[in-house]
């Protein structure tokens, strides 16, 4: 079987090629990828290459296939794995994996470590390390996107898990955001804020009474609001707020919004110093900050309130990525009816991942959704209309997307691999 994929040999060396897969074993599986969603750490893997804990070192020998926010369909299913796959299904893939070497277990994903599988190619093989650890997903939801989508709803979900509060008189840790608590998504109308807003909306077990996001961009806001809105929110019993935090004194404005206590959660999606020290000073007694964002710079420090962490119990926790409870949780929410199409602002081809990734912090907008089997600039959703003059698919998808609030859609994407 051939396939085409964007290889990873050295720093910012991407290239698309056509090669030959070899025959799957008993444990592998033969899959074909329809949809990857490119992520910023595939461009932090594209920079740092080998010096990225999850990239191996021999790649300018053995490249590895990049991407993993993928999805697609089963092909041929290994001997020992046809007890619980058929060819025919649609799958996500919970990319962050563990295999022991040694006494200690080696942090391992699709996307970043290996030969035969990566979001961004238009077959893979799935090896026995996904499947032993029960990481290969079965996606029974409408279309494709949603699934690639998964993996990044996976982990603010994962976020939201990590949260912890005291038990006061005991060294009871309670997981979770407090329940009808106070919420602050700060820098959160990038694509992972996004979905954090969505799955806090639609999560049916917890929700915070108040929920601010803040930013910068007015115009990102503006755009956030309108995908989820006041009034949703407010229908799901929770008051949500967009603030432009470009204003004098934010952190007294984010304590108003509080009523004066602070916030219960607090969470940071951008790897910015002033906006670290700004959730930390907007904790409530007890408030729990999750530094969402994943710096470049190993060296990235902030001012932390050493006071209020002695005595109002305030405290720190990181997270980066979901487990597979958590991909299965993303999965069960799209399934019954959570659309994370809202991510979406890009569509492109296999052809324009590699300048893609390593410009992703260039390009504005949010998730770039890639379909692997198609030859496509990357195109902004916006754009359809305009390029819809000369080009009819673009004039049919702009159509589409209009007929669903400007957004991407089961129905666009159905057309497109149609068309």
Same mark, same amino acid.
């Given at each position: 079987?051939?396939?085409?994929?964007?290889?990873?040999?050295?720093?910012?060396?991407?290239?698309?090629?056509?090669?030959? $897969?070899?025959?799957?074993?008993?444990?592998?599986?033969?899959?074909?990828?329809?949809?990857?969603?490119?992520?910023?750490?595939?461009?932090?893997?594209?920079?740092?290459?080998?010096?990225?804990?999850?990239?191996?070192?021999?790649?300018?020998?053995?490249?590895?296939?990049?991407?993993?926010?993928?999805?697609?369909?089963?092909?041929?299913?290994?001997?020992?794995?046809?007890?619980?796959?058929?060819?025919?299904?649609?799958?996500?893939?919970?990319?962050?994996?563990?295999?022991?070497?040694?006494?200690?277990?080696?942090?391992?994903?699709?996307?970043?470590?290996?030969?035969?599988?990566?979001?961004?190619?238009?077959?893979?093989?799935?090896?026995?390390?996904?499947?032993?650890?029960?990481?290969?997903?079965?996606?029974?939801?409408?279309?494709?996107?949603?699934?690639?989508?998964?993996?990044?709803?996976?982990?603010?979900?994962?976020?939201?898990?990590?949260?912890?509060?005291?038990?006061?008189?005991?060294?009871?840790?309670?997981?979770?955001?407090?329940?009808?608590?106070?919420?602050?998504?700060?820098?959160?109308?990038?694509?992972?804020?996004?979905?954090?807003?969505?799955?806090?909306?639609?999560?049916?077990?917890?929700?915070?009474?108040?929920?601010?996001?803040?930013?910068?961009?007015?115009?990102?806001?503006?755009?956030?609001?309108?995908?989820?809105?006041?009034?949703?929110?407010?229908?799901?019993?929770?008051?949500?707020?967009?603030?432009?935090?470009?204003?004098?004194?934010?952190?007294?404005?984010?304590?108003?919004?509080?009523?004066?206590?602070?916030?219960?959660?607090?969470?940071?999606?951008?790897?910015?110093?002033?906006?670290?020290?700004?959730?930390?000073?907007?904790?409530?007694?007890?408030?729990?900050?999750?530094?969402?964002?994943?710096?470049?710079?190993?060296?990235?420090?902030?001012?932390?309130?050493?006071?209020?962490?002695?005595?109002?119990?305030?405290?720190?926790?990181?997270?980066?990525?979901?487990?597979?409870?958590?991909?299965?949780?993303?999965?069960?929410?799209?399934?019954?009816?959570?659309?994370?199409?809202?991510?979406?602002?890009?569509?492109?081809?296999?052809?324009?991942?590699?300048?893609?990734?390593?410009?992703?912090?260039?390009?504005?907008?949010?998730?770039?959704?890639?379909?692997?089997?198609?030859?496509?600039?990357?195109?902004?959703?916006?754009?359809?209309?305009?390029?819809?003059?000369?080009?009819? $698919?673009?004039?049919?998808?702009?159509?589409?997307?209009?007929?669903?609030?400007? $957004?991407?859609?089961?129905?666009?994407?159905?057309?497109?691999?149609?068309?």
């Amino acid at each position: 079987m051939k396939t085409k994929a964007v290889r990873l040999y050295g720093k910012e060396d991407l290239r698309l090629e056509e090669f030959e $897969l070899p025959a799957i074993t008993a444990d592998e599986i033969l899959a074909k990828v329809v949809s990857d969603s490119i992520c910023m750490s595939s461009y932090k893997a594209a920079k740092q290459a080998t010096d990225h804990k999850r990239v191996p070192n021999d790649i300018a020998e053995n490249p590895i296939i990049i991407g993993h926010e993928f999805s697609g369909e089963l092909v041929e299913i290994g001997e020992n794995w046809k007890h619980k796959f058929k060819a025919g299904q649609k799958f996500s893939i919970q990319p962050a994996i563990y295999y022991e070497e040694g006494p200690v277990g080696v942090l391992s994903a699709p996307g970043y470590s290996y030969q035969f599988i990566g979001g961004d190619a238009t077959y893979v093989i799935i090896p026995k390390d996904v499947l032993v650890q029960d990481c290969l997903l079965a996606y029974d939801g409408p279309g494709f996107y949603p699934a690639s989508l998964a993996e990044p709803l996976s982990c603010v979900i994962g976020a939201m898990h990590a949260n912890y509060h005291t038990t006061p008189g005991s060294y009871i840790h309670n997981m979770e955001i407090v329940a009808d608590g106070k919420m602050a998504i700060l820098a959160g109308v990038g694509p992972m804020g996004l979905a954090a807003i969505n799955y806090v909306i639609h999560r049916a077990d917890r929700k915070p009474k108040l929920c601010v996001v803040t930013d910068i961009d007015q115009t990102r806001l503006d755009r956030a609001a309108s995908i989820y809105t006041v009034a949703e929110a407010a229908q799901r019993g929770i008051e949500l707020v967009y603030l432009n935090t470009k204003i004098e004194d934010p952190v007294a404005e984010l304590k108003r919004l509080s009523g004066g206590t602070g916030y219960d959660d607090v969470f940071v999606f951008a790897p910015v110093a002033p906006v670290i020290e700004q959730g930390d000073a907007i904790l409530a007694f007890d408030g729990c900050l999750n530094f969402f964002a994943g710096p470049s710079d190993q060296n990235l420090q902030a001012k932390m309130n050493f006071y209020n962490v002695h005595y109002a119990y305030t405290h720190i926790v990181g997270t980066s990525g979901g487990n597979t409870d958590d991909m299965k949780e993303a999965i069960d929410v799209m399934t019954a009816g959570l659309d994370p199409a809202g991510l979406v602002t890009h569509i492109g081809g296999l052809n324009a991942v590699a300048e893609t990734t390593l410009h992703l912090p260039n390009i504005p907008g949010g998730k770039k959704l890639i379909y692997t089997h198609l030859e496509m600039p990357l195109t902004a959703i916006a754009d359809f209309a305009e390029k819809g003059k000369t080009e009819p $698919l673009f004039a049919k998808l702009a159509e589409i997307c209009d007929r669903h609030q400007g $957004l991407w859609s089961v129905e666009a994407e159905e057309y497109l691999l149609a068309n």
